[in-house]
């Protein structure tokens, strides 16, 4: 998943339990699943670094990503 607004997230499925998110700016983000269920605790991503987030505990399926930085909330 590549966004215009600067957020990168793959691969999709996963590789090896691990997908990895990139933002272009400085952000909080958290995981959550369809039901509203906070997963991940948030967790502070640096513009341009690709972050491993591990999923392999996760059963297959949809989640939402919800990034928060200066530009608002995606």
Known sequence: LSLNDGIRLGPNPSANGRVYLTTDQ???????????????EAMTLR???????NVSSWASGMYLVKVTNAGGTK
Do not use: H, R, W
């Not at 400085?26 to 269920?37: H, Q």
């Not at 513009?47 to 987030?53: F, G, K, V």
């Open 26 to 40: 400085d952000s909080e983000v958290k995981i959550f699943s369809l039901l509203g269920k906070q997963l991940m």
């Open 47 to 53: 513009a341009n670094l690709e972050t491993p987030i």
